[in-house]
């Protein structure tokens, strides 16, 4: 079955500094997904991106299908930022594998 | 409009007993989703339903576990008998079927199993 890595497992950073994660897919998929979560609170999507590039803010995802991975660029990043990042694949029957997550903390 | 509601929040069991947990997804969603969270695992998938037919059971998860659709905006899942090692966050997802397939979570159901 299908296996996500996900990397960095977690990242600290200052406030303002730039972050960058990463989600390799070991085998093709139809689509991915990037949610936040809080400790204790409900996953959030961030996105829902097939392919290509999208944006919200100051979050930016990239999706290659065909390297099979995806990125989530996070610029001028605030305290507020601080959680879990999982991402998920959807590699057929709209079902989701889901990544361990990286854990950010952005310190002040 | 409402997003996923789940209930209750927080549900406390004996081992042995049988708990019930609740889900109403987006509505006009027709697949849903139950999932366990835990830290050592992550999240895994229990069970999947398209307009009310189980499309997936969950393989592990068979034996105690049994996730219901009993209409197109209602479903639950029961755990009998509960056990220590399923203490986890449940969540429940939907997602309209003609895609896209975006999937959206509901806030959870803490369950500690003493």
């Known amino acids: 079955g299908q296996q996500v890595q996900q990397s960095p497992a977690s990242l600290v950073l200052q406030e303002g500094e730039n972050a960058e994660l990463q989600c390799n897919f070991s085998?093709?998929?139809?689509?991915m997904q990037w949610f936040y979560q809080r400790p204790g609170g409900s996953l959030v999507s961030l996105f829902y991106n097939p392919s290509g590039t999208k944006h919200s803010g100051r979050l930016t995802s990239t999706t290659v299908i065909k390297e099979r991975r995806s990125s989530l660029h996070i610029s001028s990043s605030q305290t507020t930022d601080s959680g879990t990042y999982l991402c998920a694949s959807d590699s057929g029957y709209n079902k989701l594998t889901f990544g361990k997550g990286t854990v950010l903390l952005v310190s002040p | 409009d409402a997003g996923v509601t789940q209930t209750p929040r927080h549900e406390v069991a004996e081992k042995g007993q049988t708990i019930i947990l609740k889900c109403e997804p987006v509505s006009g969603h027709n697949d849903l989703f139950w999932y366990r969270q835990t830290k050592i695992q992550g999240l895994e998938l229990l069970s999947y339903f398209r307009s009310k037919s189980l499309m997936e059971d969950g393989g592990a998860f068979k034996d105690r576990f049994k996730a219901e659709m009993l209409n197109s905006s209602f479903s639950t899942l029961k755990i009998q008998p509960t056990e220590p090692k399923d203490s986890a966050v449940y969540l429940c997802a939907s997602s309209f079927p003609g895609g896209p397939y975006e999937q959206y979570f509901g806030p959870g159901t803490r369950l500690t199993v003493l």
């Open positions: 085998t093709s998929l139809n689509s």
